[in-house]
């Protein structure tokens, strides 16, 4: 794990915990500062340069800043930059502008309990184009923001109104930073909205979680709002129990996916889901991953152009109930498990953005919980799209360490492993990448009997350590 530790124009290179090159294409680092840092967004460019935002107690502007900072592809720092005031100030959401700039999206507490918006679009050398501020006497902050098909602006999040409760919120501003119009949405109790998104045609589609409205507790919101911020309508899904969302998705098809988390029975852990629904606001299906033992959550999710889903948040499910790590998870279209894994070590890691990559991966961003000095670091990985590993297939040294045969197989073949490593896991999957099998294992021998159990074909082995993953492939003839 390669962290980085920036003072002004200072940059010193730490590893701690365990090492991984920092050329790989597909790659995991955590870097920051001995203080809290967390990202929260990602984007990267046709260039291939990454922009991370989010927050950052080490700023030169006092308290916690918002922070953006530039990576190569390969997940190494160029700069890191501060925005916001004197003030706690947190960064959100960033997003490409389609004059090649950016825009970045925060909040500052002004006092307790009254935070105000902050709207910054800025070059790709981190400097100001213009800047705007959202502030009234009354408590506001936007979790998301993308540039709508006019030129401008579109954010979401929460208000609090005179009474003392929160009613979802929408601001909408123009492509050079002037107010145009706001929305607060809301009922007899606290409604807080996480995403939006523009519909081909200009309509918009909002994501809140309300107590105003639903079967009990907090259920999850979908609203439909034309160009102009007037609701078209507005549907409820969830039931007695606690419903969060975290966002809204349009589905390769033109559906919504909604995900986030929910309770299972009262009082349980959260499980993440997904649901489908059509633009009319039926449901079409709904899914469940994790273990009612076990707390699951999804903030982030990517469809590819096979229709499959991969899903970023936290989980002790996907991990053997291990502490809580950055989940990622596949689905098949329809929402069916493929395969789920965990990234990070003992602390709380946390993944809250999933992208694309231009190099038919993945990337992801957010929290490594750092052990040494019992702060939260920026997170930073990029996987391979079939199997989500962060190595190509026996790129790692540590491949040569074990050994599989016969090779071809009638499905009855063993593996060898010579070199003891802590926490190793083999896992069998399809050339496809649907996880077969997955067990705990040791050093030494390890026999798999699965005669007529694996159709004629070509299979992928996995072993996985603190050190790394390894593959080798096996044909079953």
């Known amino acids: 794990m390669k962290v980085f530790y920036s003072f002004g124009f200072i940059i010193v290179y730490t590893l701690i915990g365990f090492s991984l090159k920092a050329q790989n294409l597909y790659f995991e680092t955590a870097f920051g ?13 046709n260039s291939g340069s990454l922009f991370l935002t989010g927050s950052s107690a080490s700023g030169n502007l006092g308290n916690t800043d918002i922070s953006l900072i530039k990576l190569d592809r390969y997940g190494n720092e160029e700069w890191t930059s501060y925005f916001g005031d004197a003030n706690a100030n947190n960064g959100y959401s960033l997003a490409k502008c389609s004059d090649g700039n950016l825009i970045l999206l925060g909040d500052a507490l002004v006092s307790p309990g009254d935070s105000d918006i902050l709207i910054y679009k800025v070059d790709t050398l981190g400097g100001i184009i213009w800047q705007y501020e959202y502030a009234t006497s009354l408590n506001e902050s936007v979790k998301c923001i993308e ?19 929160n009613n979802a ?15 607060s949405i809301g009922g007899s109790d606290n409604d807080y909205a996480s995403m939006i998104k523009q519909m081909p045609g ?17 259920d999850v919101e979908l609203t439909k709002l034309d160009s102009s911020g007037n609701i078209i309508w507005q549907n409820a899904y969830g039931d007695s129990l606690n419903n969060g ?6 589905s390769n098809d033109g559906y919504f996916i909604s995900y986030g988390e929910t309770e299972i029975a009262p009082g349980s852990y959260f499980d993440m889901f997904l649901e489908k629904i059509d633009t009319n606001g039926v449901s079409v299906w709904k ?25 970023t948040g936290y989980s002790n499910t996907f991990n053997g109930g291990q502490a809580m790590d950055l989940a990622l998870i596949k689905t098949d279209v329809n929402g069916n498990l493929i395969w789920g894994r965990g990234f990070g070590a003992q602390g709380v890691d946390i993944g809250y953005a999933i992208i694309p990559s231009l190099d038919n991966g993945y990337y992801i961003a957010g929290k490594y919980f750092d052990m040494e000095f019992s702060d939260d670091q920026y997170y930073l990985i990029h996987v391979e799209g079939v199997y989500g590993g962060t190595s190509n297939l026996n790129e790692l040294k540590d491949d040569d360490h074990w050994t599989l045969w016969p090779n071809p197989s009638d499905g009855n073949f063993s593996v060898q492993i010579d070199v003891q490593r802590p926490d190793l896991q083999i896992n069998i999957y399809s050339i496809e990448g649907k996880l077969l099998l997955s067990k705990q294992c040791a050093e030494g021998l390890l026999e798999f009997n699965l005669k007529g159990l694996l159709n004629k074909g070509f299979y992928v082995v996995e072993l996985v350590s603190e050190s790394g993953v390894g593959r080798k492939k096996i044909v079953i003839d």
Not at 202 to 218: E, M, P, V
Not at 287 to 311: E, M, P, T, V, W
């Open 33 to 45: 500062t001995s203080m809290q840092d967390i990202a929260r967004s990602i984007v990267q460019l």
């Open 245 to 250: 969302c975290q966002g809204i998705y349009l």
């Open 169 to 183: 919120f929408v601001l909408k501003i123009d492509g050079s930073g002037n107010y145009q119009w706001s929305r």
């Open 147 to 165: 540039q709508t098909s006019d030129g401008g602006f579109i954010t979401a999040g929460f208000q609090t109104d005179s009474s003392g409760l």
């Open 202 to 218: 200009g309509n918009y589609i909002l994501t809140s979680d309300t107590r105003s409205h639903g079967a009990g507790g907090y």
């Open 287 to 311: 899914k469940y991953y994790g273990d009612s033992n076990r707390a699951d959550a999804c903030f982030s999710i990517i469809q590819n152009n096979s229709g499959d889903y991969f899903l």
